[in-house]
Every structure is written in structure tokens, then in C-alpha cells.
């Protein structure tokens, strides 16, 4: 028998090693919980020694186009993809995902959230962190004004406290608000916005609706308290940008993500962490309130060659071994929110002050009756049919070249309501 040198069996297992490990490239994006998720995954990496992370971090309109026009074209750069609710049952239904089966406890993940991450009955994306929207303000501030924060407030007292609030010489503007473009950055808020005013953005037959009352009233609200109450240079500001001003005290308030409530009481990022409170997102005496419904998630486009490591990796991200590793490391406050039923039912989770009015604030977001009136489609703060990308993402520029002084409010409203009819005329929408 032929002996080998023990040096040249053990560079055979090492090359043996190398041939079977896998990297998965994740697509995710630059905010706070997915950055946190990466400085943790060694956790996962200890247990799968034979998969390595390689990461693309990116802002979130670069994150939608780079993903959406790789799945689309069957690119293959993506092992795993960081999308959405309005995505995920589109591409599911198309094929373009992979069903996931290694997920910790699916009916654990509560039913709004696992049920716009599926298409036909099955899970095509796991929530990495779930949200509506709500109002974070300064109490010092509310009370330097004489004001009181209601428990559920209406644009007016909103609106009035946001004048109030204001003091520009000393850098504090009273609100702050997303106006940096793209469905999912200034519309998100405005959608929801115009839910609560009343607007809708199709009529039951499809038609556009910017030329109605509801979406002036609606824009004109959102501009003019802006420039009474809002940032200078706030058509570039999406959520990291606010989050930013609000951290250092430039905001006494900001509508916004749920999902932002650990960063701002977060005493090592906050200058005014001690100082934050919360509320419902405020509405119009219509029965709608302005908060949406969202999940960041993780899936597997159906390209990819590696999918029982990315099964892997997704089951780790989301289960409930992560939220508690989270919890170990850095307090329940920063465990990712909006996801499973056993977080919201944790004493030690609802001691954090935001994450009750979560739960609630999610649960009243309806995406099968998202508006006053009747409409013909499902989605908060976005339409879930295909071409709402292409839409939403123009009536965002338009919305905020009229929030930088570009054009007039109805001047957007009149593009926006001519560019949606030709699309959907062309879709075949509207006969």
C-alpha cells in the first residue's frame, strides 16, 4: 500500500474544504437593523464553517433597481435578496422566487406580515423586521411649546404643533418629513398621507385620481407645512437623513418608519434619546389614519445556484434565536420589530416604549382596504400590481421637484396624472 505524507493529506482535506464551501452574496440594505445583522454573523458562521457572507450594502432606491433589474433579467449576481411586501407576492406568483422551507416557526410570523410576503399559499420571503409608521416627537420641546401629545392626534394638532415647535435660529425646525424621491421614500409617506386625507390613487375602474380634491389638499398640506416647519434641502432627505437630524436634535418631530424607535432613544446615537416619545400617526377625522404596513425580507431569487445555504442563512436571520441573540448583546430594545407573535407576547419586549404602539399601528393597517373610498387594489402605501414601480418612483420625482421649489403643486399633480393614465392606457387598465 501506497502511503500518503501526512503534509499532502492534510492539504487534500483543505482543498477538499475549499471545493465545497460556498459565499452567498446578500443584497441588503444601509440601514440600522441590517448593519447590526451583519456585525453579528458570526454567529451563523460558527455553526455553517463551510459558508462565507459576501455583502452588497446599499441605499434603498439603488438596493430596488439594482435587485429588481437582476431578478428580472435572470442576472444571477444574488444569492439572497432584501425586498419587500409589494415585490415579494409579484415575483413569487411570476416564479422568480424560491418557497422557503427552513423557516423557524412560520405560524409563528404574524398573519399581516406573512401573508404579504406570499403568493398562493406559500412563504416566498421571511420579515427581517416588520413596520407601520408613527409619530416620534421631543417632549421637552412639546412642552416648551404649552402643547400635549394625544395618544392618537389629528393632522391639525399636528399641523399646529409643528409651527409651534419650530425655532429655525437655534437649528430646530419643527418637522421633519421624507422628501428625497422614490415609491418607497417620499411616497411611502405621502401614499399614507393621502390615505388619511382621503385620496386614493385609482377610481374602481383604474382611473387616476391626482385631479382630484383629496390629492390637492393632500400635496398642498405636505408642502406648506414643510416650508413653515420643515429642513432646508428636504427633497434629499429619505429615512437615514431624518433619522440623522432627528438623532441630533434638529427635529421635534418626525413621521415615520416604527422601525426607527430604537435609534432614536438609543443613548449612544441620540443627543436627545431621553427626551422621545411616541404616538399614532395622525389622521383626518376620515377613519384612516397616515401609517403604513412594510416588511424588509429576505428570499432567494430563483437563479441562484446556492439555495440550501441561503435556506440556511434566512432561517438564521429571522428566527427567534436571532431576536435573542439581539436582545443579549445589545437590550430588547434593538431586536428587529413587526415580525412574530412571541416577541409581542415577551414581558421583557413590552417594556420597550414603542413596541406596543407597533403591534397596533401595524394591526391598523389595512392593505385590503387602504382608503376612505372603494379602489381596485390592495397595498397601504403602494399599489401591488407591476407597473406601480415604474409609477410610483416618477410621481415621487415630481412630488419632490415640487417640494424643492421646481414646479407648483399643480403642476405635479397634472403630470402625474397624465404620465399614470398613459401607463396604465398602455397596460391595458384603462379601455
Known sequence: MKLVPLFAGAMLVALASTASAETLTIATVNNGDMIRMQKLTDDFTASNPDITLNWVTLEENDLR?????????????????????YETPIWG????????????DPADILPAVSGGLSANGKLYAAPFYGESSFVMYRKDLMAKAG????????????LDAAKKMTDRANGVNGICLRGKAGWGENMAFIDSMANSFGARWFDENWKPQFDTQEWKDTLNTYLSIMKDAGPEGASGNGFSENLALFQSGKCGMWADATAAGSFVIDPKASSVADQVGFTLAPDKGLGKRANWLWAWALAIPAGSQKVEAAQKFIGWATSKHYAELVASK???????????????????????????????????????HPTVKPVPYTGVQF?????????????????????????????????????TTDIMTKAGYIK
Open 147 to 158: 402643547l400635549t401629545m394625544p395618544d392618537a392626534p389629528t393632522w391639525d394638532f399636528i
Open 330 to 368: 445589545e437590550g430588547w430594545a434593538n431586536v428587529p420589530p413587526g415580525t412574530r407573535k412571541s416577541l409581542y407576547a415577551n414581558p421583557e419586549y413590552l417594556k420597550v416604549p414603542f413596541a406596543k404602539m407597533t403591534l397596533d399601528s401595524m394591526n391598523a393597517a389595512d392593505p385590503t
Open 93 to 104: 406568483a411570476k416564479g422568480w422566487l424560491v418557497e422557503l422551507t427552513g423557516i423557524d
Open 65 to 85: 433597481q439594482k435587485v429588481t433589474k437582476d431578478i428580472s433579467t435572470k442576472g444571477g449576481q444574488f444569492d439572497v435578496l432584501t425586498i419587500g411586501m
Open 383 to 419: 399599489v401591488a400590481i407591476p407597473e406601480f414601480q415604474g409609477i410610483g418612483t416618477k410621481v415621487g420625482e415630481l412630488f419632490s421637484a415640487a417640494l424643492a421649489g421646481q414646479m407648483t403643486s399643480d403642476d405635479a399633480l397634472a403630470q402625474a396624472q397624465q404620465y
